[in-house]
Nanobody, 115 residues
Framework: QVQLVESGGGLVQAGGSLRLSCAAS???????MGWYRQAPGNQRDLVAA???????NYADSVKGRFTISTDNTKNTVYLQMNSLKPEDTAVYYC??????????WGQGTQVTVSS
């Protein structure tokens, strides 16, 4: 049974930083991990993703401010968020995709950026 446990969300002032972590257990043959976010009334959108080989993909709105990384020995993905803006406020979800194509989601962690 694949489980994703997220941590690191919270309240921060604009211009501040937060680091999200997501630890995966019960998973093998991971193809990619990533972070999505969903603000009230909006769809869930990709923030950043990273493949097992280290290739990364970022939403245009976070390029230069957010950095995604992994510790493959721990099956953990991180999202370092700097220069946070109020529009970054959302629930952030960890995503895992296996080589076989199955995808899994974390429970979500709230990030709130005050102006």
């Amino acid at each position: 049974q694949v489980q994703l446990v997220e941590s690191g969300g919270g309240l921060v002032q604009a211009g501040g930083s937060l680091r999200l972590s997501c630890a995966a257990s019960g998973s093998r043959f991971i193809a990619a991990m990533g972070w999505y976010r969903q603000a009230p009334g909006n769809q869930r959108d990709l923030v950043a993703a990273i493949t097992r080989g280290g290739d990364t993909n970022y939403a245009d709105s976070v390029k230069g401010r957010f950095t995604i990384s992994t510790d493959n020995t721990k099956n953990t993905v991180y999202l370092q968020m700097n220069s946070l803006k109020p529009e970054d406020t959302a629930v952030y979800y960890c995503n895992l995709r296996l080589n076989a194509g199955y995808t899994y989601w974390g429970q979500g962690t709230q990030v709130t950026v005050s102006s």
